[in-house]
């Protein structure tokens, strides 16, 4: 079987992109590496178009078509960190404002303050600040995938315990409600000590130890 730099060398304008062969023409990928399909991907649907290109001329167009590729895939790949950094910011924002219980309509609030800075410090970000986007709508779901993220962080974690223990510890809110604090300490079959918050309960009736255990209980179904 020939080499993919033979095919280049006799001008079939091909190049191998992401393991597998891509026609620098129609930007088509080619499935099957074989001299065959390349011929008759070639022959069917460009010779007609290039085979009048030859000696020089023909390798300047085949260098000018690879440059057009690269400069494709270094756009595409500048707009997908642009737009994760866009991402990875609105989560950082959101995890601030849950943190410190914010209200969550602040996140626009604090994109306001974000443009003001960058329009001023560093202009050439203003646009991945107004890419961003922190209404109350998105920070809620922001910090609903970080409270989901965590959660099933901690029961692999808990999961993963030989033997633990539970710690209670009940107090009350600035709104005179009982609030039943659940820790666990465990430890795995490694001798790892695992120690969260498992959960924090709010007991709007009475605090008896029936209803203490109904709290247990239901954290652990969870």
């Given at each position: 079987m020939s080499s993919l730099q033979d095919f280049l060398d006799c001008g079939f304008f091909v190049i191998e992109h992401n393991d597998s062969i891509l026609c620098l023409i129609c930007q088509e990928k080619?499935?099957?590496?074989?001299?065959?399909?390349?011929?008759?991907?070639?022959?069917?649907?460009?010779?007609?178009?290039?085979?009048?290109?030859?000696?020089?001329?023909?390798?300047?167009?085949?260098n000018s078509l690879k440059q057009n590729i690269s400069g494709q895939q270094l756009l595409f790949k500048a707009a997908n960190q642009s737009s994760e950094a866009a991402?990875?910011?609105?989560?950082?924002?959101?995890?601030?404002?849950?943190?410190?219980?914010?209200?969550?309509?602040?996140?626009e609030f604090v994109k306001d303050c974000l443009g003001i800075f960058t329009s001023v410090a560093c202009p050439d970000k203003k646009s991945m600040v107004e890419k961003t986007s922190h209404s109350h709508q998105t920070i809620a779901r922001r910090v609903d995938d970080l409270a989901s993220n965590i959660q099933d962080s901690l029961i692999q974690r808990v999961d993963a315990c030989q033997f633990y223990s539970l710690g209670l510890d009940e107090s009350t809110d600035v709104s005179d409600t009982a609030q039943l604090a659940i820790f666990?300490?465990?430890?795995?079959?490694?001798?790892?000590?695992?120690?969260e918050l498992l959960d924090l309960c709010p007991m709007k009736g009475t605090t008896t130890g029936k209803d203490i255990f109904s709290e247990v209980k239901h954290a652990f179904l969870i």
């Open positions: 080619i499935a099957v590496f074989k001299e065959y399909n390349i011929k008759r991907h070639y022959s069917t649907k460009h010779a007609t178009k290039v085979d009048c290109l030859m000696g020089q001329v023909r390798i300047d167009r085949v991402t990875k910011i609105s989560v950082l924002i959101a995890k601030a404002i849950a943190k410190r219980g914010k209200p969550l309509s602040d996140g666990i300490r465990g430890v795995t079959k490694n001798f790892y000590i695992v120690e």
